[in-house]
């Protein structure tokens, strides 16, 4: 649960940060750091506007998709500690939790009838389809290299104490911020702030959603954010350490996450759509590095 409750108040400031670090980079003052949570807060307060033309499926969407958000996060370890559902190959079940969640996000913006939600859901769909072998690779060096299938204990035998394995933390550590980014729609494959619908992803799938329903989506972007930052912090803090400096630690790291961010956003440009799938298939190239590092780390442990 303390995965769960740090997730949540990591969360609160997640999106402010960003905004922080964009408006102090371009020179402008910019909105406060809880302005994004004042936003979604007044969006709870609204109600949502549903097209006729739309099921029930476009109605459970939306808490469908933060659902499996907050359960992805009981599902995760906090440096040292196991996750309150521990279990061999757990990282699986987070992976498709996820994908779940996905799913039901692509198709409620299909089930809107629009031409252009259809677009952005499609792109979604190609580019989590893309992503995903980055991740399995990465988890499968990692269990490989410890010799362990659960999150918790491929995250409590993982040391970076020598140069091969600070390598593959390093390797690690991009490429969960890449699919970060990428499972949120952020630059360089979406720009959250765009307005036209032919370059749209994550925006256009939005459009029909209102009021309680959007602040939904809003609340499990933060969390998604929060989700790849934890699994960051597991990989860079030792578990040796006392419980309060972990704390410490992975709050600091996750502010250090939304920075990172911040900054990538400001100096990078959106990348064309045509060259989208390109990029995210080089995450699964620079994953099989890892692996390949790790073969080669076993190898040598053998003779």
């Not at 807060?41 to 969407?61: D, E, H, N, Q």
């Not at 031409?115 to 580019?127: D, I, P, Q, T, V």
């Not at 949120?184 to 256009?204: A, C, G, Q, W, Y």
């Amino acid at each position: 649960m303390i995965v769960l409750i740090l997730a949540i108040f990591t969360a609160l400031f997640f999106p402010g940060i960003i905004v922080r670090v964009k408006s102090i980079l371009s020179g402008r003052k910019g909105p406060g750091l809880m302005q994004p949570w004042k936003n979604i807060l007044l969006l709870f307060r609204k109600g949502s506007v549903i097209s006729k033309t739309t099921s029930f499926i476009f109605r459970i969407a939306p808490v469908i998709y933060l659902s499996t958000i907050l359960v992805s996060l009981l599902l995760l370890p906090f440096p040292g500690l196991p996750s309150l559902f521990d279990f061999t190959a757990d990282f699986i079940l987070l992976a498709y939790l996820l994908a779940l969640g996905k799913f039901f996000f692509i198709i409620g913006a299909m089930d809107t009838g629009s031409s252009f939600e259809g677009m952005g859901a499609n792109r979604e769909a190609l580019y989590s389809l893309l992503a995903e072998p980055a991740f399995f690779i990465l988890f499968g060096t990692l269990a490989l290299l410890t010799g362990h299938l659960s999150m918790h204990s491929i995250f409590n035998y993982f040391q970076m104490s020598g140069y091969d394995s600070v390598i593959i933390g390093i390797i690690a550590v991009y490429i969960l911020i890449q699919i970060g980014m990428i499972e949120n729609s952020r630059m360089p494959v979406d720009d959250p702030k765009t307005h036209l619908e032919l370059t749209m992803i994550h925006e256009v799938m939005v459009l029909d959603h209102s009021g309680f329903d959007l602040a939904l989506i809003q609340t499990g972007t933060a969390l998604k954010f929060a989700l790849y930052g934890t699994l960051i912090a597991n990989i860079l803090i030792p578990v040796s350490w006392e419980i309060p400096g972990r704390i410490a630690v992975y709050l600091l790291i996750q502010v250090i996450f939304a920075t990172i961010i911040g900054i990538l956003e400001s100096f990078r440009a959106r990348k064309k759509l045509m060259k989208n799938p390109q990029f995210i298939a080089t995450l699964s190239s620079i994953a099989l590095v890892a692996f390949i590092i790790s073969l080669l780390m076993i190898s040598k442990l053998i003779q």
